[in-house]
């Protein structure tokens, strides 16, 4: 009787480990170590190349993955172009208009494809292009957990809910990262991104005009490029200083109310995540140790396993 019970405890306990298994891909850092060893390298040199040619490339690589990974996971749907009888995440309101450099993880697929056909996944390149991005930038680095599967499809509703606007409350990014397993560090930490990059004078011209907590200097140096109408593709960088390099200068501006976003300053306006932004600003080191465990954290949202995901042929259309 007891020997009879314990086996069966033990094979609940079995289909319990198996299910779980199943349901959630376990990513690994040597997932492509014997399949494609060289994977790193092509993607590194793709990204050293094409930076020297295009010195907001990093920027816009990160966001990429940012916005494929809020998106039902990091699964590349994101990449995936409209076409006649497929309408996906690209014209999304967030995306719209404003994601660039797709078209060069499409690049570095080719070259992956010439050396490892029919292997490496989009989103595993995705996710490696945005960690090299951070580290060109100056940033610190970190391992990628690889293994991911593309998505067949994409959801243009899912990323126009997903993906918060920079009119942003605290309260309401809280909820937005907290739905993908997220944390208020890892929200703080990762909005640190802003630290390199550009952005639109449609997604910050209420902050000038409007805000109450924005340094007046910086507000009226902002509105020359920025009027209250025309201009709405000017660009200003999310961190005037040093745009291109990856430190913690972001911080250091909220503290001064000199915040480009709305949703930035929100990070510093007598709230809760006060005492992150403090402890950033004054402690690099801090910063790049919780970045870079977020960026982890985050390239582990939804994962697709094997038979739920492809690896595609090309990064813009499923096979
Ligand atoms: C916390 C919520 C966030 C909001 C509301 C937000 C919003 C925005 C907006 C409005 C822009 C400018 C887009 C344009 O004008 O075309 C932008 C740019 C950018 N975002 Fe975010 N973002 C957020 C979080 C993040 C995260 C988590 C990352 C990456 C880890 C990120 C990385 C970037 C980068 C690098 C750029 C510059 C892109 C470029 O220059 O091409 N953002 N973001
Ligand atoms: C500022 O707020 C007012 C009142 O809510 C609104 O009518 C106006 O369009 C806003 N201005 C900008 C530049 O967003
Ligand atoms: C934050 O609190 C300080 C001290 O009470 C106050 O002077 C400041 O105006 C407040 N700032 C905002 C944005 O509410
Ligand atoms: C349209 O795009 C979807 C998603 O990539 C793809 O499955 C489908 O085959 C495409 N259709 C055409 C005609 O290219």
């Known amino acids: 009787m007891a020997s009879i019970s314990s086996s069966s405890a033990a094979c609940y306990l079995l289909i319990l480990f198996m299910c779980s298994s199943t349901a959630r891909t376990q990513l690994s850092s040597s997932f492509y170590s014997s399949s494609c060893p060289e994977l790193e390298g092509i993607v590194l040199n793709a990204m050293q190349k094409e930076v020297k040619k295009d010195h907001r490339l990093p920027a816009s690589i990160l966001r990429l993955f940012f916005h494929d990974c809020f998106v039902n996971g990091c699964d590349a749907s994101v990449l995936l172009a409209d076409n006649a009888t497929f309408k996906g995440e690209q014209n999304a309101l967030p995306n719209r208009n404003s994601i660039r450099r797709l078209d060069f993880i499409e690049t570095i697929k080719s070259a992956v494809e010439a050396s490892c056909k029919n292997t490496v996944s989009c989103a595993d390149i995705l996710a490696i292009a945005a960690r090299d991005a951070v580290v060109l930038s100056g940033g610190p680095s970190w391992t990628v957990p690889l293994g991911r599967g593309d998505a067949r499809t994409a959801s243009q509703a899912a990323a126009n809910s997903n993906i918060p606007p920079p009119s942003s409350t605290l309260s309401a990014l809280i909820t937005s990262f907290s739905k993908q397993g997220l944390d208020e560090q890892d929200l703080v930490a990762l909005s640190g991104a802003h630290t390199i990059g550009f952005a639109h004078c449609t997604t910050f011209r209420s902050r000038l005009y409007n805000d109450s907590n924005i340094n007046a200097a910086f507000a009226a140096l902002k509105k020359r490029t920025c009027p209250r ?66 960026m982890v954290k985050m390239g582990n949202i939804r994962p697709l396993s094997g038979s739920n995901g492809e690896i595609r042929r090309v990064c813009s259309r499923a096979n």
């Open 229 to 294: 109408s025309g201009g709405d593709r000017n660009l200003a960088a999310l961190e005037e200083h040093t745009p291109r390099g990856f430190d913690n200068s972001y911080y250091v501006n909220l503290l001064s109310r000199r915040g480009l976003l709305h949703s930035d300053q929100e990070f510093f306006n007598n709230g809760s995540a006060d005492v992150v932004v403090r402890r950033y600003a004054k402690d690099l080191n801090a910063f790049y140790k919780d970045f870079a465990a977020a």
